[in-house]
Every structure is written in C-alpha cells, then in structure tokens.
C-alpha cells in the first residue's frame, strides 16, 4: 500500500542541472581545466563532498578538498540565484499526491543552503512535509540513508514509500532503501540505470496517471 511519495531534487523537480554544469565550468577553467563528460557523468546524485573529491582526482587537483567544496558550492549557489525553474509537471504530481492522502517528502543530494535557495525560487517551500539534504546524512547516494532518513521523518515504512528520480545513483539507493522507484531519466541518461528502477517515465506529467496504476486516487484531480 503506496502511503507516501519522496522526490529527489536536483534535475527531477527542478532544471538545475545546466547551471550546475555552469558551475563546474567556471570552476575548472580557474583552474586551466575543461570539461570532461566521462567524470561529468559520475556526479549525477551525488552529495557535494563526494562529487568534489571525484573532481579533485580526475583533474589530479592538489588544493585541500575542503577548500575546493567550499569554492564549487558558492560558485553552484551564485549560479542557481535568479536562474532555477521547475520541471514540467513538478507541482501537479506533488499536489496529486497530497490530494491522495499521501505523504510527501523531499530528498535530495544538494547542501541546505542549495535546497533552500532552489525551493524559495520555483515555489517549492512548504510544500513537503518533510525535507532532507545532503548534510544530513554521512552517506550520500547510492546508499540510502536520504530516503530511509525522509521515510523516518514522515513516519512511513520504507516498502510504503515511492521515490521519483532521475540520476542512477538514486534509483541505487532507492531500491537499496527497499522503496519502488520511479526514473524520470536526465537529458542524454535514458539508459544508464545500473539497477532497474519500477518504471522509466518521460516527466513528471507521467506521474499521476502511473501512480493511478497502483490504487492512488487523488478526488478531483484526473490522473492525465
């Protein structure tokens, strides 16, 4: 029995992912560096502590990782400011859900200070009821302490739980966490799930009618 729908952020709910890779360009050209899609590629889902300590041995980078974390991050945070939108049918399959009777909490990888600059800017903020980010876990995805940590909050037994991603490393550490598993794929990852996820939809504007398949019914709101 669904009882609960998590979400993870960055490239799902939100369009972020460009002006991440804007950051990260700007980041490596202050170091006389170019983009490299191959490592590129491996950050997708990941918190920032281990995407930049990837970073820092890809490009062979000897400055301290915690200085490197703490320049990439204002450069993602300056980049995010004025310029972050909403995914198509973000809202509607949030709102579908809480129609549903259903709890809905947010997972994502990004830092605090990412999540909470994302959310006011697209009008996320106070939709969820409950939020964790990536500083609050030691362990970021693939493993599943996001999503266990979200269904303790919420109160929801794991295997109750839907998660909706979009990089391999959630649908890992989704299924990790014994949830099903929704993959809205990011541009150009449509096949580059490792584990299998439940199903593979286009957007999000697949979400209700999917959801409808598995007995939610959200009074009011058509599932497509």
């Known amino acids: 029995m669904i009882q609960a729908l998590i979400f993870d952020m960055d490239g799902l709910l939100v369009d972020s992912e460009p002006l991440a890779y804007k950051a990260m360009d700007e980041f490596l050209t202050s170091y006389g560096l170019q983009r490299r899609d191959e ?14 300590a990837i970073v820092r041995e890809a490009y062979a980078l000897q400055h ?6 703490e320049q990439y991050g204002e450069m993602r945070l300056a980049a995010l ?6 995914m198509p049918g973000a809202v509607a399959v949030i709102e579908f859900g809480r129609t549903a009777g259903l709890a809905v909490a947010l997972a994502t990888s990004g830092m605090r200070t990412h999540a909470a600059v994302s959310l006011a800017e697209t009008g996320l903020r106070g939709m969820f009821d409950a939020e ?16 266990l ?9 794991p295997a109750d739980c839907v998660v909706f991603e979009d990089a391999p490393n959630g649908v890992i550490a989704a ?3 014994g949830m099903r598993v929704a993959a809205v794929p990011a541009a150009g990852h449509a096949s580059a799930f490792p584990e299998a996820p439940d199903v593979v939809l ?22 497509a």
Request: cysteine-free; charged content about 20%.
């Open 64 to 69: 301290p990782l915690e200085a490197l974390i």
């Open 39 to 52: 490592v590129l590629s491996q950050l997708l889902g990941r918190r920032l502590p281990e995407a930049m």
């Open 81 to 86: 400011r004025g310029a972050v939108r909403l």
């Open 132 to 147: 964790v980010t990536g500083d609050e876990v030691e362990s970021g995805k693939p493993a599943p302490d996001l999503f």
């Open 149 to 157: 940590l979200a269904a303790e909050r919420i109160g929801v037994d």
């Open 202 to 223: 286009g957007s999000l504007l697949e979400a209700p009618a999917w959801l409808a398949t598995l007995g939610v019914a959200a009074p009011g709101i058509p599932p």
């Open 175 to 177: 299924k990790a966490a």
